[in-house]
């Protein structure tokens, strides 16, 4: 029987669910390529703790150039994540002519232009599928399930730890900073949750995603990303009147021949079952011009789940090492001659839905002022509550509009806020309505 | 630019939709294969009628020979569904060294694993995501997404002419027989919608599906069968009731060295995503030993949604034979010689959770007396409700059942059934709580 030589660089929770994945489901992994997969090296800075996965001493490296420069290695899988050596790694394995599997969303998201132009020169493959979503094959259903879609839109809850807190915060009542410290405890939030709760692990995800649904370079720089620290249980339960329930969303859309990509706290209507989708997991709805809505759910996270979908990878690769069809899929899908550039859409040129709450002072003519100002930037309201004293005097106005421009809702917030009946800074949540499976 | 050339056999609906997303879309697909795709020829019988798409003529043809002997042709499309001349057809074509794409189901779970062993054995491709839920990419996410996995069950709303006749009973309150004419007039059911409503198409899209889970020769005949024509409004109800709702699930798992296959009606907790899977929709739920759940949620039928399905796999297939990696996958994941023979446990000898609903005489001790005959075959009740009064005379004892062997359960509904306090046949509803995203 036929092999293929893996290296496997970061032995970390992921590097060890691949680990546990190659020994395990080795028998199956065989019965579907006809080959064998070799684990020939590992590579980490500590090969000494025990990650509760078999390993024999003598695949164990401190030095990551032992599988870059070992010509029998087919297949690099990278699970040290971040930007640097990772980067530095995976060029020099291409470079080598070795096919790389990769979880690395952050280093993809900022130059994945760069590392897939050179898989395409030096005619390997890479796999990313477990950069986004982790078990979820959002990204071989984009690539080979749509291919011959006109993809129209993506939504995605991406980032686990974030759905967590707010589904944790929406059942229980609780503040985003307590709900924070308990998934903190449970390990399903890091010490410096910075990367998840500011959203930017979701602009890193949606920015690949954009980039393979439209075939575009997109500057990560340009992802409009806000995060979930602001949101209180005030405006999750007012949600909840609404019919709407709040998730962090990554979306991103084609409008016209710009396109839209963007992460923030977005009221989704609670009969969409994205809606549904709480704790850890992740959801992604695709939107095809042929195939309409698509939505995937599953693990976002974790050793095994993630461990499998670069699994799903390694597979892949060998079967086009195995049957000579490598570079069969270009890296973005399209053909690197037709990435193009893509006009990005400031966020304040889109057009949304808005929930907007006010902590107004309690007397007659409020809402006929404030409406007043929205009504002059062109901003018309479907829905309005007011309800309960709120604390430090002021009374909660809530009001849902119709679509209306970003830059003219923020221009009547900072009018409103300017208000003497007006007391804190407005709370402002987009609303998404559109596809919907 | 090279060209694959494509014959299409079956111009109905289906076939319609293909034809759209290759002229509509036909710069996106160049733009990711590097290569045009040729529609050569379109066979059906007939070739007058106006489909809504622009085609020249001398393309179409009356005789599938045309394309199934002409070498030229690539790839053989086939969309006329049924079980002859289809199977004639394609077994013809993969004799003639040509790929297949297909969509049909009652072909593939008759006789997959003759035409999957034909594919084999002439060095060509065959591809299948269209046969089951529609656009749905979950052939490919089994096959390619979820490898290294050893699939443990799938669950799956895969008609969505049942889903909707179900979704409207239960949102509406309307009768099966009403719902199933509203149906028929706005042509989500046939003209004879038993191949849908009695679950034999359920049955078909889980063989398959089964067969690839597995890697086993499943056969059709023992797959347990039940359709929806004997649920009511008050089945719904009281289903509501529990915190449950019924959806049509197709059904297969892994139970020691056995597998069940089966559709029926299926109480699902409304806490699951896919009890909120409404109308036309189809959703299935994949759970692997190492990726958990996944669930795949979009439309389950219809022109283009299933065109796109079709066109992913002509685009699969396309670039194996431009990159030489044709067989790369085999037809059902596993290569043929591990495709296995595996015993399909009997619907006597599967152990679930059960809805039992009784019309009783409304008088003190009947429940004792149910409750006696039940414990004595070993069946622990978890829940009653009992409340209304019925028609004719008797009220509806209603309850859910702890785990039991189904062959205990029959054997207490026969004899309960004899009871003189017991009127009408008992109405039993199984009820899944396992896997669960």
Request: hydrophobic share 40%; no cysteine.
């Given at each position: 029987m036929k092999s293929i030589n893996l290296g496997l660089i970061g032995f970390g929770t992921v590097g060890a669910g691949v680990v546990k994945i190659l020994r395990q489901n080795e028998g199956i992994i065989e019965r579907k390529l006809g080959a064998k997969l070799n684990l020939k090296w590992i590579a980490d800075l500590d090969i000494?703790?025990?990650?509760?996965?078999?390993?024999?001493?003598?695949?164990?490296?401190?030095?990551?150039?032992?599988?870059?420069?070992?010509?029998?290695v087919d297949i690099v899988i990278e699970l040290i994540g971040g930007y640097e050596p990772a980067r530095t790694f995976i060029l020099h394995a291409l470079k080598n002519k070795k096919h790389v599997v990769t979880a690395n969303k952050a280093l993809l998201a900022k130059d994945g232009i760069e590392i897939f132009e050179t898989v395409s020169r030096n005619g390997v493959d890479i796999g990313f599928e477990a950069s986004v979503g982790g078990g979820i094959p959002i990204i071989r259903s984009i690539k080979e399930g749509f291919p011959a879609?006109?993809?129209?839109?993506?939504?995605?809850?991406v980032n686990g730890t974030c759905n967590y807190i707010l589904s944790k915060m929406s059942d229980e009542g609780k503040?985003?900073?307590?709900?924070?410290?308990?998934?903190?405890?449970?390990?399903?939030?890091?010490?410096?949750?910075?990367?998840?709760?500011?959203?930017?692990?979701s602009a890193h995800k949606i920015t690949i995603l954009a980039s393979l649904a439209f075939g575009a370079r997109v500057d990560l720089e340009k992802v409009y990303t806000e995060g979930i620290s602001m949101i209180t249980p005030i405006d999750i339960n007012f949600a909840r009147d609404f019919g709407y329930r709040i998730k962090l969303l990554a979306i991103t859309k084609r409008v016209g021949s710009e396109i839209e990509v963007r992460v923030h706290p977005t009221m989704v209507r609670e009969e969409n079952p994205i809606s549904r989708v709480n704790g850890v997991?992740?959801?992604?709805?695709?939107?095809?011009?042929?195939?309409?809505?698509?939505?995937?759910?599953?693990?976002?996270?974790?050793?095994?789940?993630?461990?499998s979908?670069?699994?799903?990878?390694?597979?892949?690769?060998?079967?086009?090492?195995?049957?000579?069809?490598?570079?069969?899929v270009s890296p973005l899908s399209f053909l690197p001659r037709y990435i193009e550039d893509?006009?990005?859409?400031?966020?304040r040129d889109i057009v949304s839905e808005y929930y907007i709450r006010f902590s107004v002072l309690d007397k007659p003519g409020v809402l006929s002022t404030i409406s007043g100002v929205l009504g002059n930037h062109s901003i018309s309201i479907a829905s309005v509550i007011q309800k309960g004293r709120g604390e430090k005097g002021g009374v909660p106005l809530v009001l849902m509009t119709h679509s209306a421009k970003e830059e003219d809702v923020q221009h009547a917030l900072s009018e409103i806020d300017k208000l003497d009946v007006v007391f804190d800074k407005s709370v402002l949540i987009r609303v998404e309505n559109g596809e919907r499976v």
């Open positions: 000494e703790r025990d990650r509760g996965v078999k390993v024999e001493k003598n695949i164990l490296t401190k030095d990551a150039y032992v599988i870059l420069n070992d010509p029998s879609n006109n993809i129209q839109s993506i939504y995605g809850i503040s985003f900073h307590e709900v924070l410290k308990e998934a903190q405890a449970l390990g399903f939030a890091e010490a410096n949750p910075n990367f998840d709760i500011d959203g930017i692990d997991l992740n959801a992604i709805e695709v939107t095809g011009d042929m195939v309409g809505e698509n939505m995937l759910i599953g693990k976002g996270a974790g050793a095994l789940p993630t461990g979908a670069v699994m799903s990878d390694v597979l892949e690769i060998s079967r086009n090492i195995l049957n000579g069809g490598v570079n069969r893509v006009k990005i859409k400031s966020i």
